[in-house]
């Protein structure tokens, strides 16, 4: 008899996608630091605009936001490449080919944002 997965697997796909840890466990706590940078800025952005700050300032730190934001995801998405796709790949077969089409839509959905 297996064991069940972590409750929170389900939530992040893991189970789904037969993996134990995901590929960032090791960066877990650096882009967690970076996601509370990240939600600190957006809080500050939201107090601009109550008190009615210049436009110009607004959109300044919104695009400090955003370049955080991009930065937790290229370095998840430099670990699911070298971590998730590595292994499938090294596995081939269908399960190789789902994850790089998986990739590319990521890689695809950064793009367009």
Do not use: N
Not at 64 to 93: M, R
């Amino acid at each position: 008899m297996s064991a069940a997965p972590p409750a929170d697997a389900e939530k992040t796909g893991h189970a789904a996608h037969g993996h134990g840890s995901p590929g960032y466990v090791d960066d877990k706590d650096a882009l967690l630091k970076r996601l509370r940078r990240a939600e600190g800025q957006v809080r500050g952005i939201a107090r601009m605009v109550e008190d009615d700050v210049y436009c110009i300032d607004i959109l300044t730190q919104v695009s400090a936001a955003t370049k955080a934001l991009e930065t937790v995801a290229l370095a998840l998405l430099d670990d699911h490449l070298s971590h998730c796709v590595a292994e499938a790949t090294a596995e081939g077969g269908p399960v190789a080919e789902e994850k790089i089409r998986e990739a590319s839509a990521a890689i695809a959905r950064l793009v367009r944002s």
